[in-house]
């Protein structure tokens, strides 16, 4: 049983419009959650982090968002830019960065 | 900055055979994880290890081993490799802290065939 989710394999975005990006969870236990982002044939680098005790983080263009009543966190960039075209990893740790659980990933992709 | 590298980047092995993948970081960085990541899957952890001569199990184990006699190195170890092995094999490395984020190599495209 997936403990982190990511529902969409895919999604495309036209250039400068926001992507959405999903992912669930069903461990009450996570008290923090990373977005990676992972380009072909390289591994994934760390994009933002949120803990439980916010709501909302920003950094530069990318914002993430933490329901924690609904286990749902969401990454939101806007603009989108065709380098932002990746496969973007949800992550989750129950003890602050200890054995992180990944989703399945969702593959973005900006057309210009 | 080399960060944390990895090698080889592609191997072709053949079933029963062993082999092991190098992982190394020059961040002196305390933790560090060995994943593999399936088609469609996310990254399942196999083993990491909180500091020299410290290892422990994560959520994948079976047919692999590890150890880590230095700081800098964390190698993998695939004894009587096996088609279900068949993956890419990511190596991480992280500072211990509150704000921990993962430092990943290039990784490692192996083939069991």
């Known amino acids: 049983d997936q403990q982190v989710k990511q529902n969409s394999p895919s999604l495309s975005v036209q250039e400068g419009r926001i992507s959405i990006l999903n992912c669930d969870y069903t461990?009450?236990?996570?008290?923090?959650f990373l977005w990676y982002k992972k380009y072909p044939a390289e591994g994934p680098t760390f994009l933002i982090s949120?803990?439980?005790?916010?709501d909302k983080n920003e950094d530069g263009r990318f914002t993430v968002f933490l329901n924690k009543s609904a286990k749902h966190l969401s990454l939101h960039i806007v603009p989108s830019q065709p380098g932002d075209s990746a496969v973007y990893f949800c992550?989750?740790?129950?003890?602050?960065?200890?054995?992180?659980?990944f989703g399945p990933g969702t593959r973005l992709s900006v057309l210009p | 900055n080399a960060g944390v590298t990895q090698t080889p980047k592609f191997r072709i092995l053949k079933i029963g055979q062993s082999m092991t993948l190098q992982c190394a970081q020059d961040?002196?960085?305390?933790?560090m994880y060995w994943y593999r990541q399936d088609p469609g899957m996310g990254l399942k952890l196999i083993y990491y290890s909180v500091g020299a001569g410290i290892t422990d199990k994560g959520e994948v184990p079976n047919g692999y081993n590890v150890s880590r006699s230095t700081t800098e190195d964390f190698p993998l170890r695939l004894e009587l490799a096996a088609p279900s092995q068949t993956s890419v094999y990511f190596c991480a490395s992280s500072p211990p802290g509150s704000d921990e984020k993962l430092f990943f190599g290039s990784g490692t495209q192996l083939s069991v065939l």
């Open positions: 992550a989750a740790s129950g003890n602050y960065g200890q054995n992180f659980v």
């Open positions: 949120i803990s439980s005790i916010k």
């Open positions: 961040m002196n960085h305390n933790y």
């Open positions: 461990n009450s236990m996570f008290d923090y």
